[in-house]
C-alpha cells in the first residue's frame, strides 16, 4: 500500500470515529444512565431482602421483642397425672390441691408467639426469694423427680425472655396473677368436683370461670380430648390485669369433659 493511500484511509478512519462519537455520545449517556439506574435499584432490592431475613418471625434480641399480649396458662395436676405416662412428686414435696402454673406466654394476635428472645441465662439466685411459692404454684410433674429448677428455666428462657420483664419480674408478677384467681373456688361454686364419674360442658366450664375472672378462658383438654387439664386466661402487656383473649389456642375438648382427681398424699 502507497504511504499517500495509508494517509488517506487514515484520515477516513479518524473522520468516521469522531462522527461516532458525536452520533453515539447521547446514547451512551442514557445507556450509562440506565446502567447506574438498574445496579442501584437491585442493590436495594438486595439490602431489603437481607433486612428482612435478618428479622425472623422469632426474635432474638429484647428491645425489639413485639407481642400483643399474653397467655397465663394454668394446668390441673390430676389430668396431668391421668394419663399412660407417670409424673412424679417434686422433691419440695406434693403441691397443694389446686390449679398450678405451666407458665405465662406472650402472644401475637395473628397467632404465632415468639421464642427464646433474650439470650440471658436462667439464674436461681434471682429468684431465691420466690423459690418456696414456686414450689407450691409452680412445680415439675415430669419424671423422674425434680427440685422443678429445670422447669423455671425452660419457662423463662423459652417464654419469659419475650415478656420484656426481667426475670425476677416474670415469675413474681405470674405468682401475683394465679393469687388474683381460685380456679377452684370457681368450679366448685357452680357444682363441679373433681371426680371419677361425672362429666362437665365445657361451656358450662367457661361460664364458671368467666364469673370469676370476668373474662372467657380457654379450656384445653388431654388424655383423647375428654379431660380438663389447661386453662388460658389472656394477660396483657405489663402482666398486670386480665384481658378478653383475641384468639384461643386450639382447646381439643369433647362437648362433655371429665375432671379427674389429684389426691394429695
Known amino acids: 500500500m502507497s504511504r499517500r493511500n495509508g494517509t488517506t484511509l487514515r484520515g477516513a478512519m479518524e473522520k468516521s470515529l469522531q462522527f461516532l462519537k458525536r452520533v453515539a455520545s447521547p446514547q451512551l449517556e442514557m445507556m450509562r444512565w440506565l446502567y447506574v439506574s438498574t445496579v442501584i435499584s437491585v ?7 437481607l433486612r428482612s431475613r435478618s428479622t425472623p ?15 397465663l396458662v394454668l394446668q390441673w395436676p390430676g389430668s396431668f ?9 417434686p422433691k419440695s414435696g406434693k403441691p397443694a390441691v389446686n390449679f398450678t402454673i405451666h407458665g405465662l406466654w406472650p402472644q401475637l394476635k395473628r397467632g404465632k408467639f ?17 423459690v418456696p411459692e414456686l414450689n407450691q404454684c409452680w412445680p415439675s410433674l415430669s419424671c423422674p423427680t425434680t427440685d422443678s429448677t429445670g422447669f423455671w428455666k425452660h419457662e423463662w428462657e423459652r417464654h419469659g425472655s419475650c415478656s420484656s420483664l426481667n426475670q425476677h419480674d416474670y415469675f413474681e408478677k405470674t405468682l401475683a396473677l394465679l393469687n388474683s384467681v381460685d380456679l377452684l ?18 361451656l358450662d366450664v367457661q361460664h364458671a370461670l368467666r364469673h370469676s375472672i370476668g373474662k372467657t378462658p380457654g379450656v384445653q383438654c388431654n388424655k383423647r380430648q375428654t379431660q380438663l387439664f389447661q386453662i388460658y386466661i389472656c394477660v396483657d402487656l405489663h402482666a398486670e390485669n386480665f384481658i378478653e383473649c383475641p384468639n384461643y389456642p ?5 362437648p362433655k369433659i371429665h375432671w379427674p382427681i389429684f389426691q394429695q398424699s
Open 43 to 49: 442493590l436495594a432490592a438486595m439490602i431489603a431482602i
Open 185 to 202: 373456688k370457681a368450679l366448685q361454686g357452680a357444682g363441679m368436683e373433681p371426680n371419677t364419674e361425672n362429666t362437665y360442658d365445657v
Open 81 to 89: 397425672c391421668n394419663l399412660e405416662r407417670p409424673c412424679c412428686d
Open 250 to 254: 386450639d382447646g381439643r375438648c369433647l
Open 57 to 71: 418471625t422469632q426474635l432474638t434480641i429484647s428491645e425489639d421483642i413485639d407481642f400483643d399480649f399474653s397467655y
Open 114 to 130: 415468639p421464642e427464646y428472645c433474650d439470650p440471658t441465662e436462667f439464674h436461681l439466685t434471682e429468684i431465691a426469694d420466690l
